[in-house]
Antibody, heavy 118, light 105 residues
Framework: EVQLVESGGGLVQPGGSLRLSCAASGFTVSSNYMNWVRQAPGKGLEWVSIIYSGGNTYYADSVKGRFTISRDNSKNTLYLQMNNLRAEDTAVYYC????????????WGQGTLVTVSS | SYELTQPLSVSVALGQTARITCGGNNIGSKNVHWYQQKPGQAPVLVMYRDTSRPSGIPERFSGSNSGNTATLTISRAQGGDEADYYCQVWDSSTVFGGGTKLTVL
């Protein structure tokens, strides 16, 4: 079955760090454009980051310098390392695939909740 | 940065046609994609490249895009169509609209 499964969310204090994982099955992460998208409680969707099949990475201005997207090809898993977390980073984080390299997302994970609070 | 404007809410009577708009400067020159999100669930792609439906999405869903407005049209609306709908484009990076809550009366 083709699917994405996120993990790693939880409660973290402001200034803390967290690493999210997104395990893929049924397809190869490294052959696709993979993204992270987040959704603050009761709010809309916000794009966070992308890693292209070639390895280039890009970030939203709101997370640039604090978050790092990466992948482990041997584990077929996508990651998001989040450092210096702020209250405004509180959100459900989704990983999403852009299968056709056409800047839209055909497959989403179920999401993992990150709460930044003291 | 590019902005997409959606109405906060749209209501439609059961069996009637709902139209959800997405406004943006010359959006007709861009590819617009639409997602449906039900409470507690991840978004699902329901329309891509303005007018294309992914497999498994009913033919009741259609899309258009011209000028400064893209529209997702849901014909013969059903209770199961109640959800939040987001439009999305790419303009140097991915941009989402603020979302529209569709209520089926």
């Amino acid at each position: 079955e083709v699917q994405l499964v996120e993990s790693g969310g939880g409660l973290v204090q402001p200034g803390g760090s967290l690493r999210l994982s997104c395990a893929a099955s049924g397809f190869t992460v490294s052959s696709n454009y993979m993204n992270w998208v987040r959704q603050a409680p009761g709010k809309g969707l916000e794009w966070v980051s992308i890693i292209y099949s070639g390895g280039n990475t890009y970030y939203a201005d709101s997370v640039k310098g604090r978050f790092t997207i990466s992948r482990d090809n041997s584990k077929n898993t996508l990651y998001l390392q989040m450092n210096n977390l702020r209250a405004e980073d509180t959100a459900v984080y989704y990983c999403a695939r852009d299968l056709h390299r056409a800047n839209y997302f055909d497959l989403w994970g179920q999401g993992t909740l990150v709460t930044v609070s003291s | 940065s590019y902005e997409l404007t959606q109405p906060l809410s749209v209501s439609v009577a059961l069996g009637q046609t709902a139209r959800i708009t997405c406004g943006g400067n010359n959006i007709g020159s861009k590819n617009v994609h639409w997602y449906q999100q039900k409470p507690g669930q991840a978004p699902v792609l329901v329309m891509y490249r303005d007018t294309s439906r992914p497999s498994g999405i009913p033919e009741r869903f259609s899309g258009s895009n011209s000028g400064n407005t893209a529209t997702l049209t849901i014909s013969r609306a059903q209770g199961g169509d109640e959800a939040d709908y987001y439009c999305q484009v790419w303009d140097s990076s991915t941009v989402f609209g603020g979302g529209t809550k569709l209520t089926v009366l």
